[in-house]
């Protein structure tokens, strides 16, 4: 690695190794190590930053912002989870998963190799969950016009 002392004229900024190693470092570590790290480079960035600690604090605050937005999708998805609408919605999937209508993995449905019968009860989940979905849509705008209706 080339110092400051060897070559003063090199941008002051981190090699791609250097990069590649501390945002491994920053993944291996845990929240409360990342924070800690977070507030000292914010302290001492204003005093004496300069392009190399800036560049490790965007790493850290990056890491921070993954880290915050899975645990968001995390607790979203147990929200969902926790709500009568959410475990029907769930065991319907699983259903369908394990009946092979449905794939988790392609998010799509399974065409190929689905039997005839297969694609009958496709038709009849349709159409039993379609007039349900219906009649809360229609509901929702019945409503909606009542509440436009009174004012």
Partial sequence: MITLEQEPFIAMCLPPEAHAEYLRLAKAMDDTQLHKLDRHYSQELGRFGNTV??????IVRHEIAVRRERRVAQLKRALWLSSRRGRCVESIKRWLVRHRLWSSA??????PE???????????????FWPLAMADRLTHTTTHQRERAAR
Avoid: A, F, G, N
């Fill in 53 to 58: 600690d800036m560049q490790l604090h965007s």
């Fill in 106 to 111: 392609r998010r799509r449905v399974i065409e």
């Fill in 114 to 128: 689905l039997p005839p019968l297969m694609k009958r009860y496709r038709w009849i989940l349709w159409l039993l």
